[in-house]
């Protein structure tokens, strides 16, 4: 089936640093969704992008909808160390009522 | 307002069994959709219900199946319990439905066969 490549697939990094991962796909998305997952526990949605070339920000993270509709990037600023866990992009085709195709996580460590 | 809760947490069952996992959405949502998750294959949709009717189904043998009463809760059910179905299932449910947007997931339930 569809599948978005996410990368990168793990990163280590210095509390404080800032981080981007991003997802790609040859299909074009009508939606683009990312969460983040703790041990044990679902995903947590955490933006949500509705249009090409949208940016939108929660706190210190910061999503872009790409403006060709193939991708779109996540970055945290001032990392800190709850942001440990899985990250993952959702993206929707736009061919319709499909459900939503997941990348395979980025997985994030901050060393404090 | 409540989250989505899945029931049980945790699971132990034996090859050949089944299993019935349960699913209660956000109230006023009306789809449902379920998730597999493993780690070497990510998150695998299963199948989407939305007003007790599945809308989408993914790629898994029939063994998997589902269903969503009046109230939008939903079930899953597993037959013949194989090892490589030891995963942790996900539920999530949204707004609009049929289509997936904004889906908010549940803690799912962890499923082991031994």
């Known amino acids: 089936g569809q599948q978005l490549n996410q990368s990168p697939q793990s990163m280590f990094i210095q509390e404080g640093e800032d981080v981007s991962m991003n997802c790609t796909s040859s299909s074009i998305f009508n939606t683009w969704l990312w969460y983040k997952q703790d041990p044990g526990e679902g995903p947590v949605l955490l933006i949500a992008?509705?249009?090409?070339?949208e940016l939108t920000s929660n706190g210190r993270l910061t999503a872009q909808f790409g403006i060709t509709r193939k991708d779109s990037f996540l970055n945290i600023s001032a990392s800190i160390p709850s942001d440990v866990g899985i990250y993952f992009c959702a993206g929707q085709l736009s061919s319709g009522n499909t459900p939503l195709v997941f990348g395979k996580g980025t997985r994030l460590s901050v060393i404090a | 307002k409540a989250g989505v809760t899945q029931t049980p947490r945790y699971l132990i069952k034996t090859r050949g069994q089944q299993v019935t996992l349960s699913c209660s959405p956000i109230?006023?949502?009306?789809?449902v959709s379920w998730y597999q998750q493993t780690p070497g294959q990510g998150l695998q949709f299963l199948f989407e219900y939305f007003s007790e009717t599945q809308r989408n189904k993914g790629n898994f043998p029939g063994r998997f199946s589902g269903r969503q009463f009046s109230n939008s809760r939903s079930e899953m059910n597993v037959s013949t319990l194989e090892l490589g179905d030891s995963a942790l299932y996900l539920c999530a449910s949204s707004p609009q439905g049929p289509m997936n947007t904004e889906a908010f997931f549940g803690q799912g339930t962890r499923l082991t066969v031994v």
């Open positions: 992008l509705y249009k090409a070339g």
């Open positions: 109230s006023g949502h009306r789809s």
